[in-house]
């Protein structure tokens, strides 16, 4: 069936360094989606990817979708203390009806 | 309301005993999606409501569960005869209509203990 994974599963970095987190679909994406989960919380909404090769930004976020819109990433420049979190990528569940399925997560630690 | 809620925020229950769990969507958000998340793991789907009917009931693991959505808004997630396996944190979410493109937006959860 349809999965999508994400590498790595945990990730501890100095305050200051990059972080990158990696997500692959078995499937052909209509779109990808972002979310951030901070311990104890829930999923918020980050970015979505629409288009093959998109790159966006915010701040020190870059996304980007796949040319075969089956992989993504999330790259964080310079990670503050603030980053630490879960980051999950999420894309349709078959058809068009908002159903996602959801990577496994990647969850930032970041030492001050 | 401003946005998604769900109660209780934390259940703890026996072996045996049948929960319910609330979500209050998004006001105006027709669509809504239940999941599971199990600790350090990722979401699972559960089942998702388009107006009142749950076209999609795939996700429920066993025929213990089952959801209900009235009037288009509140929805309930009731597991009957819980096992210490259900133990996990239930998310709802809701979006403006159910559509691939369409931003989900989720509750606290509720953080069920079967003990």
């Known amino acids: 069936g349809q999965q999508v994974m994400q590498i790595p599963q945990y990730q501890h970095v100095q305050e200051g360094e990059d972080f990158t987190t990696y997500c692959n679909s078995s499937t052909t994406l209509s779109n990808i989606q972002w979310y951030k989960q901070r311990p104890g919380g829930h999923p918020v909404f980050l970015i979505q990817l629409v288009k093959s090769g998109e790159v966006k930004k915010q701040k020190r976020l870059t996304f980007q979708f796949g040319e075969a819109k089956k992989n993504s990433s999330l790259h964080i420049t310079a990670t503050q203390t603030t980053d630490v979190g879960t980051y999950f990528c999420?894309?349709?569940?078959?058809?068009?009806?908002?159903?996602?399925?959801f990577g496994q997560g990647t969850t930032l630690q970041v030492k001050p | 309301g401003a946005g998604v809620s769900q109660s209780p925020s934390n259940k703890v229950t026996e072996k045996g005993k049948d929960v319910e769990l609330r979500c209050d969507p998004i006001?105006?958000?027709?669509?809504l999606y239940w999941y599971r998340q199990s600790l350090g793991q990722g979401l699972e789907f559960l089942i998702y409501?388009?107006?009142?009917?749950?076209?999609?009931k795939s996700g429920l693991p066993s025929d213990r569960f089952s959801a209900e959505r009235t009037g288009g808004s509140v929805s309930t997630l009731t597991i009957q005869r819980t096992q210490q396996e259900d133990s996990a944190v239930y998310l709802c979410?809701?979006?403006?209509?159910?559509?691939?493109?369409?931003?989900?937006?989720f509750g606290a959860g509720t953080r069920l203990s079967v003990l």
């Open positions: 006001s105006g958000h027709t669509a």
């Open positions: 979410a809701s979006s403006l209509i159910g559509a691939a493109k369409n931003i989900q937006y």
């Open positions: 409501f388009q107006g009142n009917s749950a076209p999609d």
């Open positions: 999420a894309g349709p569940r078959g058809g068009n009806t908002g159903k996602l399925i």
